[in-house]
């Protein structure tokens, strides 16, 4: 059988009461977690004021990500979609907030409330797997990263820790965050060796700026291992988290309306969707007059 959980069970059922146990017990587990949630934190480049920050760690487990963030002064909410580990969380009475929650049906946040995202070997690991007939990878990507950039103040940062299965993959959730409205790309740390190897998204809520160049990854020989051609100098990364209440997006309509043309090819896109809509007549999209 396949090493990598993913491949075992759906995630609620391979971190079940005992694997949440052994889990968080293994010292070897809790000590690479807390050098990849360093990493994401500094990744993260959050503004170098010791404000503390209201950050997100997805699929936070039983903490252990979550720990350096409080280590390192922010606030954060974890959300996974295991009770097992949600406990174990708990009982170690880890400082963030928990909610149990599943990632691929989007996040439910406000608009723009939260300062940056980390995620652990969470998101493509679990994400692209289809572990019920109703799973749809692409559809669980679209959500979540859809609700993750709009629950993101602008100019702040998710960083997913990943372990893609190949280039296909990668590129499949690149795509989607793109999608989304992220900037930015992957960070690879120590590229030529296997042990030490780890991929990063860095993900900017915004349109491309300096901000969102990809810094560097890690190397033995410190050349430069980001995928994307932009890379800035790291020292003078920080990300300045402007707004968080973004002006929603205003469309522009005309004094008259939508105007007939756009009526009746919505009509035409509902008929084909199947529902029944009302038969095309002089009167559609005719402006009513104000009744006072
Ligand atoms: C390898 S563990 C990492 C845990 C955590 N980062 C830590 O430091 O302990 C991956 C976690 O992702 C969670 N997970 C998997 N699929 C998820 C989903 N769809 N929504 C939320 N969490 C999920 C799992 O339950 C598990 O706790």
Redo the contacts with the bound molecule.
């Keep these: 059988m396949s090493s990598r959980p993913e491949l075992q069970a759906p ?2 059922i391979f ?1 079940n009461d005992a694997e949440a146990r052994k ?1 968080t017990s293994s010292s070897r587990i809790t000590e690479i ?1 807390a050098k990849l ?1 360093e990493r994401a934190l500094e990744l993260l480049a959050l503004p170098n004021d010791d404000m503390p920050r209201l950050l997100l ?9 979550g720990e350096t963030l409080s280590e390192n002064g922010h606030h954060w909410i974890g ?4 009770q097992s ?1 949600l406990n174990v969380a708990l009982e170690r009475e880890v400082e963030g907030d928990l909610l149990l ?4 049906q989007g996040l439910g946040f406000r608009d723009g409330v939260i300062d940056g995202a980390i995620s ?3 998101v493509q ?3 692209c797997n289809a572990d019920k007939s109703c799973h749809n990878p692409r559809l669980r990507l679209k959500a979540f990263f859809g609700s993750l950039y709009r629950c993101l103040a602008r100019g702040a940062r998710a960083v997913l820790q990943v372990y893609p299965e190949n280039i296909a993959q990668r590129e499949l959730i690149l795509g989607f965050a793109m999608r989304a409205g992220f900037a930015g790309g992957v960070v690879v740390d120590f590229p030529h060796s296997s042990k030490s190897r780890k991929e990063y998204l860095v993900l900017t809520c915004g349109p491309p700026s300096i901000s969102t160049a990809v810094p560097n990854g890690k190397g033995e020989d410190e050349e430069s291992c980001s995928d994307d051609e932009s890379s800035g100098d790291e020292e003078n990364q920080t990300v300045s988290i402007s707004d968080r209440h973004r002006p929603r997006k205003k469309q522009k309509i005309g004094k008259k309306g939508r105007g007939r043309e756009w009526v009746l090819k919505k009509k035409e896109q509902m008929r084909r969707k199947g529902n029944v809509v009302p038969p095309d007549t002089k009167y559609t999209a005719r402006k009513r007059k104000d009744r006072f």
Excluded at 57 to 65: A, F, P, R
Excluded at 79 to 82: N, P, R, T
Aim: charged content about 15%.
């Design positions: 995630p609620e971190y889990y977690q949630s760690d997805i699929g936070c487990g039983s903490g252990l990500s959300l996974d979609i295991s580990m929650s599943d990632m691929g652990i070997s969470a690991q679990w994400l």
